[in-house]
């Protein structure tokens, strides 16, 4: 994933950062009791109370839409009940990591963070169920967590991060430009603190390669690479990315010019849904009519361009076709 020269470079960084240089003992003491099917509620309860910022966050997520449940869920217990291991897994580390590490984020870089990481989790989690061997919480995790290295490189570099950032288009530009200062990019700086924390390779890696994924093979790679993209097509619809997220929708999921705008407008209301879960304000919303515009003019431009390739390879086929029979006729009158 990183050569071990970034690895160093990002292990600095991450040591000069005080409350970073381990794992918040919460989270962690949660993830090892979950990791056995066995769990004893009563245990969970106790750890999650130790933390009453994450326990709040467990209750709202339960009483969440999500859930639908016919009456609001008051205690802790019961919600450890509901939601089961794997939501009680996405619950601590979406919640209890995001709480820590967005609380120094300067303004600047703090509202792009919550809007794309919002958008990233809706996204992966609705593709999550084009793929069966990818369950819609791991792709919602994966989402939610990809640019969390841009939380680290602001708090690190305040000053020189935040113009860079707000310089620099979120993409290929943007990690561009980090490899140029720092030696390596926000997604890799990110999988580097989770492999640190132990958190599962799968999701690390899904993080580091959310902007160049090569792994197609891999769902959770996959879906995180098409959740980037679509974010960076829904807030930026005159760019190039609304072609290339449709382009991998298409290819990998089945997802038609219909579907692909069917996406945005579902994903639209569920940002919102998802920005009063994390209680943060998300203060303007996706234009879907612009996107639409967008996707249908470039849709139209690679028709077009398709067309004028399949004219220009019929021209050269005739030509070939006319000089063999040239040739072939004067062979006839050489005999």
Request: glycine residues 4%; proline residues 4%.
């Amino acid at each position: 994933m990183t050569t071990a020269v970034p690895v160093a470079a990002m292990d600095r960084l991450i040591d000069n950062l005080d409350r970073l240089h381990s794992a918040p003992q919460v989270i962690c003491r949660v993830l090892t009791l979950l990791q056995d099917d066995d769990y004893e509620t009563d245990e969970l309860a106790d750890c999650l109370e130790v933390e009453p910022a994450l326990a709040s966050a467990v209750l709202r997520l339960v009483n969440s839409s999500y859930f639908g449940l016919p009456r609001n869920v008051a205690s802790l217990k019961q919600a450890i009940t509901f939601l089961g291991s794997r939501s009680l897994r996405l619950a601590v580390l979406s919640f209890g990591l995001l709480e820590r590490l967005t609380e120094d984020a300067p303004a600047a870089v703090y509202e792009d963070f919550w809007r794309r990481c919002l958008t990233m989790a809706s996204v992966g989690f609705r593709l999550a169920a084009h793929q069966p061997e990818l369950a819609g919480d791991e792709a919602y995790t994966a989402g939610l967590l990809a640019d969390i290295g841009i939380l680290l490189l602001a708090q690190s570099d305040t000053t020189a991060y935040v113009k860079l950032h707000m310089r620099a288009e979120h993409g290929a530009t943007l990690i561009d430009s980090e490899r140029e200062r720092y030696g390596f990019h926000h997604g890799q700086l990110g999988a580097r603190l989770l492999a640190r924390w132990n958190l599962p390779p799968l999701l690390a890696g899904a993080i580091a390669d959310h902007h160049e994924s090569q792994r197609m093979d891999d769902p959770l790679r996959l879906n995180t690479l098409a959740a980037s993209l679509m974010a960076d097509a829904l807030w930026t619809p005159a760019s190039p990315h609304v072609g290339d997220a449709r382009r991998l929708l298409d290819a990998a999921y089945g997802i038609d010019l219909d579907g692909f705008i069917t996406l945005a407008i579902d994903c639209k209301e569920t940002i919102q849904e998802n920005a009063a879960l994390y209680q943060v304000s998300v203060p303007i919303t996706i234009d879907c009519g612009a996107l639409l515009a967008e996707a249908r003019k470039q849709y139209r431009e690679e028709a077009m361009m398709a067309a004028l390739d399949w004219d220009s390879l019929a021209a050269v086929a005739e030509e070939h076709e006319q000089a063999r029979l040239n040739i072939r006729n004067r062979m006839t009158n050489d005999q």
